[in-house]
């Protein structure tokens, strides 16, 4: 079974920028979660998706959204990028059902953004 | 205030020799938690997880314990060997408070010297 895929791997951009991520789940799964990983902050939940909505947000701005496709494909945007928004983009997958309290997400390689 | 503490930054244990990983939480209401192993620039991989129902799981080499009265965990590594030379994170999730997020600790660097 294919792993979790991530595109792009690599991106450099600028201040006031957008972007857009995306990340294709394992087979079956049905939820996807976006975590971003920084030196400071380690890594951090930034939302998740199932069955095209968004079930879990964290703690960051506006200017972060996503959004899943029926395919349970999913994409992340940010606008107006920040140089502090140049970090680790890791995007997991899961079965995202409480069937029983196990629910085992399985990440992606990532996205490393540069925002200069 | 971080939810799930991993007070050891950084830990070297010889080739052959039991590795212990631990890590703490605050928030009673994680019952699902998990141990990913990580490479720079990759992303996690993971290793073995437990719910808050059991106190033990095991899976080869690993083997994660879960204190649920002391709100600790900790990962064994039997034996180690340098290929486990990696960044251990903790993470927990409330599963059956319908947050799948995860949680994670701030990592420990292990460094399994031949």
């Known amino acids: 079974k294919a792993g979790v895929t991530q595109t792009p791997r690599y991106l450099i951009k600028t201040r006031g920028q957008q972007v857009t991520l995306s990340c294709s789940p394992i087979?079956?799964?049905?939820?996807v979660s976006w975590y971003q990983q920084t030196p400071g902050q380690g890594l951090q939940f930034l939302f998740e998706?199932?069955?095209?909505?968004?079930?879990n947000k964290g703690n960051f701005p506006g200017r972060f959204s996503g959004r899943q496709f029926s395919n349970s494909r999913s994409e992340m945007n940010v606008s107006t990028l920040e140089l502090g928004d140049s970090a680790l983009y890791l995007c997991?997958?899961?079965?995202?059902?409480?069937?029983?309290?196990?629910?085992?997400?399985?990440f992606g390689p990532g996205t490393r953004l540069t925002v200069l | 205030d971080q939810q799930v503490k991993q007070n050891s930054p950084s830990l070297s244990v010889q080739e052959g020799r039991i590795s212990i990983l631990n890590c703490d939480y605050t928030n009673s209401m994680f019952d699902y938690f998990l141990w990913y192993k990580k490479y720079p620039a990759e992303g996690p991989t993971f290793l073995i997880s437990?719910?808050?129902?059991?106190d033990k799981n095991e899976d080869g080499r690993f083997t994660v314990f879960l204190n649920k009265s002391a709100k600790h965990l900790s990962l064994h590594i039997v034996p180690s060997q340098p290929g486990d030379s990696a960044v251990y994170f903790c993470?927990?999730?409330?599963?059956?408070?319908?947050?799948?997020?995860?949680?994670f600790g701030k990592g420990t660097k292990l460094s399994v010297i031949p």
């Open positions: 998706y199932f069955s095209e909505t968004q079930r």
């Open positions: 087979s079956g799964h049905r939820s």
């Open positions: 993470a927990a999730s409330a599963v059956w408070a319908g947050s799948y997020q995860l949680t």
């Open positions: 437990i719910s808050s129902i059991k």
């Open positions: 997991a997958s899961s079965l995202g059902t409480s069937g029983g309290v196990s629910d085992t997400q399985y």
